[in-house]
């Protein structure tokens, strides 16, 4: 199974695509203070890593990194530093009262105020019957693009180990068929039939 970011919110993968683009994985550090400052900067409560845990490489700066061999690797003492955390927003303060105004003044302020903006109807529910509706909620549409993104590597697998299943079989037909022309056992027709298959 690909490795996934431990991140909060961040759903980069180890597969192909992340690859080629150029994004990396590292394991968390072994040396015990250096790993709690990673685990402090991903800000997740409760969270423990273990030995298959990983940090893509969108979570550190470019000097963090060592790209002098042939392998990308972080430098001795880094800590990831770059996250979007999605912060709740601030509650509002209860405005002061304030003295009464004269009735003058008071109404030139109502007049000065801004309009109330329009009001914005919700955007309509998309139909679940069908394979091309988005999920109403993000959480279900995340779900649901790890679901499409398992099964595409799931078919790559598949395609890779056919290909080779494939490669395996001509090449025994290969050696088969000189092995039966060195023993003269097999005609000139039927070497070229089987060969066309």
């Not at 001795?76 to 509650?91: A, D, H, L, Q, R």
């Not at 009262?97 to 109404?107: D, F, Q, R």
């Not at 329009?118 to 109403?136: F, I, T, W």
Request: hydrophobic share 30%.
């Amino acid at each position: 199974m690909p490795h996934s970011c431990a991140a909060l919110d961040c759903t980069k993968r180890c597969t192909v695509q992340t690859r080629t683009s150029g994004v990396t994985f590292h394991r968390f550090p072994k040396e015990t203070n250096l790993r709690k400052r990673w685990v402090k900067a991903i800000r997740r409560k409760g969270f423990s890593p273990n030995t298959s845990t990983r940090l893509c490489s969108e979570h550190f700066k470019q000097e963090d990194f060592d790209r002098t061999g042939q392998t990308v690797r972080l430098r001795e003492g880094v800590v990831p530093s770059i996250f979007s955390f999605s912060t709740p927003p601030k509650k509002r303060r209860a405005a002061k009262t304030t003295k009464a105004l004269p009735k003058k003044a008071e109404s030139q302020e109502v007049a000065s105020a801004p309009p109330p903006p329009p009001k914005q109807e919700p955007p309509p529910c998309p139909d679940l019957d069908h394979s091309y509706a988005l999920p109403p909620s993000l959480g279900d549409l995340k779900v649901k693009l790890c679901e499409a993104l398992e099964r595409v590597e799931s078919l790559e697998r598949e395609m890779r180990n056919a290909k080779d299943r494939e490669r395996r079989a001509k090449n025994a037909l290969h050696v088969l068929v000189e092995d039966l022309k060195g023993k003269n056992l097999i005609n000139e027709e039927l070497k070229q039939r089987l060969e066309l298959s």
